[in-house]
């Protein structure tokens, strides 16, 4: 008698194991889930008050069939690389030409006399009619060249694979390489979790990096002493969310900066000091969890972006000039 008791014992228990094994199944099935209090709602975020909104898009320019890569502004002509080839638009977004250069093209800056063009693991120095004058020799194991800025003669080259900014004269000497840290507390070092790393020089010579992984934009002088720097790590308008962001920056006359992040894509504009001053272009204008859009300032505060997902130029204009 006992024995029978026993069995039944144990199988009301298995039976009861059973249950609650086939509830939390049942339960955690897609559409059964209960509410996280904690999810964010990302939806929500990618709308933004209107007032908020500086810019209106005006225009936009199809750059197929070249791939682009990157892009900068010089001179009110936009110089923009992919594949093989060198594309050169007016301001108004009419092809002036297009040259043959080396392939696999990461990104590109502009001055006066040169063209230089970021590779992968290296940089090559051209002229304005594209005619190759130098190719600098490799910087090394797991370089990935991401972004270059142009103080006098001198040549930063951001490299995401090593976490460093490379310093360079024209002649594709090294001078000097610093990654990110300070002698206080303050230098945390370039927190690069993928190959997004922006390096820019604003109007006043100022040479500003992003930390991607910290959600910072920093000052250093030109041999890569950390000034200052501020931080936005936020997933409202007036911060920088998901990772590694801000993807992409350039910098206005007035020392502002435009910001594009990947993920949730959105340009925005921030005082130098790091304040939000206005959204350039909301999430909803993007493809979702899309990359970061190249962007470029001109004299009169129109954005140009270049969107990679839909191989276009996009202008954004200030809704001021209307």
Known sequence: MKKRNFTILVLVVLAVIIGVIVADFLSDRPGRRGNNPYAL?????????EALISHRETRNYSLDPLTATGMCLFSDRLYIVGDSSLLVLSADGSAQEMKQILPRPTCIAADENNLYIGYETFVARYDHSGSLVSRWPGLGENTVV???????DRIYVADAGNRRVVICNP?????GSFEGKAVTEAGHGFIIP???????????GELWAVNPGKKAIENYTDDGEMRGFWQKNSTDVNGFAGCC???EITVMNDGAFVTSE?????IKIHEPSGELRSVVAPPVLFKEEGKA???CADDPGRIYALDFNRNTVRLFEPKSNE
């Open 262 to 266: 990947k993920g949730m894509v959105r």
């Open 146 to 152: 991401t972004s270059l800025a142009l103080k006098g």
């Open 41 to 49: 709602d990302v939806d929500s975020l990618r709308y933004v008050d």
């Open 293 to 295: 859009p190249e962007v």
């Open 194 to 204: 993928s190959p997004c790393f922006d390096v820019a020089v604003n109007g006043y």
């Open 245 to 247: 962001n801000p993807a």
């Open 171 to 175: 002649e594709g000497e090294i001078l």
